[in-house]
């Protein structure tokens, strides 16, 4: 691996790291709890190899939803959802934010077609809140 790529994997575990910290978290481990609860309340919605989403969504969410379903291959062992913003706030609770607010646009959750004792959670952050080369992330962001 070149050592511009190296660097670039050192500062971003770094990164992420400094941001979530070593170990176990009570906050990392009841997010888990949240993603396994729902993928068990989608279990007959799920379909191996695809991303679904939910009923409703804002046309911001279905525009960068259909640009990430385009640029994006699954693999046919994961299931998986899109978790817009939206439906993370209703969730959790939040105020709905404008769109000048927004610091995210959503989250891809997946796991293991058999299982969900391992669930990968990809947040599509914005900037400022956006590794230092997000090119990838606006592409797709500003569909």
């Not at 969730?91 to 004792?117: C, I, K, P, R, Y």
């Given at each position: 691996?070149?050592?511009?790529?190296?660097?670039?994997?050192?500062?971003?575990?770094?990164?992420?790291e400094h941001r979530v910290g070593v170990g176990p978290s009570e906050i990392v481990s009841g997010w888990h709890e949240?993603?396994?609860?729902?993928?068990?309340?989608?279990?007959?919605?799920?379909?191996?190899?695809?991303?679904?989403?939910?009923?409703?969504?804002?046309?911001?969410?279905?525009?960068?939803?259909?640009?990430?379903?385009?640029?994006?291959?699954?693999?046919?062992?994961?299931?998986?959802?899109?978790?817009?913003?939206?439906?993370?706030?209703?969730?959790?609770?939040?105020?709905?934010?404008?769109?000048?607010?927004?610091?995210?646009?959503?989250?891809?959750?997946?796991?293991?077609?058999?299982?969900?004792?391992?669930?990968?959670?990809?947040?599509?952050?914005?900037?400022?809140?956006?590794?230092?080369?997000?090119?990838?992330?606006?592409?797709?962001?500003?569909?």
């Open positions: 691996m070149e050592a511009k790529k190296i660097n670039e994997n050192i500062y971003l575990s770094e990164t992420v949240l993603l396994r609860s729902l993928f068990q309340q989608m279990a007959h919605y799920l379909k191996a190899g695809k991303i679904i989403i939910f009923q409703n969504l804002t046309a911001q969410e279905m525009a960068f939803f259909e640009a990430l379903s385009r640029a994006t291959t699954v693999s046919d062992k994961v299931v998986g959802f899109y978790l817009p913003p939206s439906v993370r706030r209703q969730m959790m609770g939040e105020e709905l934010l404008d769109n000048s607010e927004a610091t995210d646009v959503g989250s891809v959750v997946t796991s293991h077609t058999d299982m969900q004792d391992i669930i990968v959670n990809a947040l599509f952050a914005l900037p400022p809140f956006t590794p230092r080369d997000p090119k990838p992330i606006r592409k797709l962001s500003t569909v």
